[in-house]
Structures are given as structure tokens and as C-alpha cells.
């Protein structure tokens, strides 16, 4: 599907979906908590997501936004609801990183939620820098920084933000002093016209800009090349060993849900990916769609936050 067909695709769901959201919810109606603003990314995954549960599964559902502290509102909201099956919260793969990085969080990650299933894997944070860019490799970017500790520049989305992480992350296991440069948001403007030297964003995120040749992918995290960018390598087979930050997402409810609502739920989001444009739109995002068991993603968030309990604090980064 090309990007004016993904666009086209979205405003239809979008405008559909919408109205239908504004209706005063039932006692059936599914409230999904998104914690991040409309417009953003997982706002907009929220609403397809949400268009085609309505479709696969005939249950009404509303998407209800409440951001702010990097997800925390959200998540605190959720987490005091009632374990009736009826709330759950769309969150992403910062739900195991916020678990680490703030100072102290109005609920326990782990305790305070029933984890029902994680939706859909993306691969690697990509870095990036400017088509314009002298640098062409990796290793030249690495050697060049080596040289003059302190000069480059590595812009991030805001500090604690998994491109922070990241970023600091490469940093330390790739033996390279860079200047961070924080952002309220994706810094891709600054980074094409030159005020940064580098920046890790999703491969989806960059998509549009490496297609119209003003980025440039030099290496991706993890083990998997994205088919978004298919000649950027992986840092492995640079052999860099930077550990990586999963991007995925992901649906809890409450705590102290029975398991037969959890298994429900579980079912339910398990439908999605028989729904044809919902499944061409995760794979356009180079993604790989997932219907996690119940248990299965309890088991995977506790051990990732136990990873990040292990390799963030050296880091430094503290969110209060």
C-alpha cells in the first residue's frame, strides 16, 4: 500500500469513527484509554483499532484520550477502574521503561494492571541523519565522533523518551560522546535542514523523508532488519552490542480482572488481524501483528521491566 493510500485509508477510518466515538457510552461499550493526545500515533492506531473491533467483534467502541507525564494519566486512570472487562488502556513499550525512569509512579507496573495481550511488534529504532550528511556509514559517524568527543549532536523526542533512551544507550555501548539535543517532539525538521547531526525514530516515522531522500538510515537496533529501510544494517551485524528498546503495543485492564474477561478481551483483540486493512496497516508500518495470551504478556512486560531495571539506571536518566 503506498503512503497516499495509507493516508487515504485513515482519514476514511478516521471520519467514520469519529462520530461514533462522541455517543454517550452503554453499559456494554468498550472504553479504550489512549495516553497520548489526538493526532498522535498511538491515537491514530487507537481508532483503526477501535473501527475494526466494532466490525469483528459488534461491540461498541469509544477511544477516550488522556495524556500527559509521559502516559501516567492514562495508565493511573485504567488502573482505578473497575475490572469489568468494559476499560482497557492502549500503551506502548513505555509502559516497561516508565516502570524504571521515574523517580515514582501513582501505581505499580507490574501489580497494578492485567496485562490481556500485545498487539504488534515493529522493528528497531533506525538512526538517522540528514541526506546532506558527510556521513555515509555508521562507522564513519563512529569514527568521526571518536575524534572530537562532545561535538556531534544526537536529538531525542524528550527525555525519557525510548529515542532517548537509545540514543544514550548507543552512545555508551558504542564508545561515543554526543551531545543530546531534547525535543517536545520528533526533531526531523532540524535534522534535514542540519541544526542536529543525528536522531533514532521509528522506521515508520522516517519512512516518508527517507523515500523523499532527505534522510538517511546508517543502522537500525536489534537483530532484525526493518522492511521499511531493508539496506540500513542492523547494529549487530556491525557488531555493536546495543542493547535495544522493543517497539510494540499492547492492551491491560485493571487489576484484579478474572481470567475469563481477560481471556475474553484477549479473544477479542486476537479477531483484528483477520480484518484486512487493519492487518495491511501494521504491516505498512513494518510491523508484525501479534495476539499475545494473557499470560504469555504478563510474563514478557515483568521480565522487561526487570531488564530495564538492570541497564537504564547506569544511564543516568531520572524522571521525576
Aim: hydrophobic share 40%; net charge positive; proline share 7%.
Amino acid at each position: 500500500m503506498s503512503n497516499i493510500n495509507r493516508r487515504t485509508l485513515l482519514s476514511a477510518v478516521l471520519g467514520s469513527a469519529l462520530p461514533a466515538m462522541a455517543q454517550p457510552a452503554k453499559s456494554d461499550v468498550l472504553r479504550i484509554v489512549v495516553p497520548f493526545p489526538a493526532g498522535s500515533g498511538m491515537d491514530v492506531t487507537g481508532r483503526l483499532l477501535a473501527h475494526t473491533l466494532e466490525t469483528t467483534s459488534g461491540r461498541n467502541v469509544i477511544i477516550d484520550n488522556k495524556p500527559g507525564a509521559g502516559a501516567v494519566i492514562g495508565s493511573l486512570d485504567v488502573s482505578r477502574s473497575k475490572p469489568d472487562g468494559n476499560t482497557v488502556l492502549l500503551n506502548s513499550a513505555g509502559h516497561t521503561t516508565n516502570a524504571v525512569l521515574y523517580k515514582s509512579l501513582p501505581f505499580d507496573s507490574k501489580s497494578d494492571f492485567t496485562p490481556i495481550t500485545r498487539l504488534a511488534t515493529y522493528y528497531g529504532w533506525a538512526l538517522l541523519v540528514g541526506a546532506n550528511s558527510r556521513f555515509k556509514t555508521l562507522q564513519q559517524f563512529i569514527d568521526a565522533a571518536k575524534a572530537s568527543p562532545g561535538k556531534l549532536t544526537i536529538a531525542n523526542s524528550g527525555l525519557g523518551n525510548p529515542t532517548h533512551i537509545m540514543a544514550s544507550l548507543f552512545c555508551r555501548n558504542a564508545g561515543v560522546e554526543l551531545v543530546h539535543v531534547p525535543y517536545k517532539g520528533a526533531p526531523s525538521n532540524d535534522l534535514v535542514s542540519g541544526v542536529v547531526d543525528c536522531t533514532f525514530l521509528a522506521p515508520v516515522s522516517a519512512q516518508g523523508w527517507i523515500q523523499g531522500r532527505q534522510m538517511r538510515a546508517l543502522g537500525l537496533s536489534g537483530t532484525v532488519r526493518s522492511p521499511i529501510v531493508p539496506d540500513a544494517p542492523t547494529f549487530a551485524e556491525l557488531g555493536l552490542d546495543v542493547p535495544d528498546i522493543p517497539a510494540w503495543s499492547g492492551i491491560w485492564g485493571p487489576k484484579n480482572m478474572s481470567e475469563a474477561a481477560a481471556n475474553s478481551l484477549h479473544a477479542m483483540f486476537a479477531k483484528l488481524g483477520q480484518d484486512p486493512k487493519y492487518r495491511q496497516y501494521i504491516q505498512d508500518g513494518g510491523g508484525v501483528l501479534e495476539a499475545m495470551a494473557p499470560r504469555d504478556f504478563k510474563a514478557y512486560v515483568d521480565s522487561e521491566i526487570d531488564r530495564f531495571a538492570r541497564i537504564l539506571p547506569p544511564l543516568g536518566i531520572q524522571i521525576s
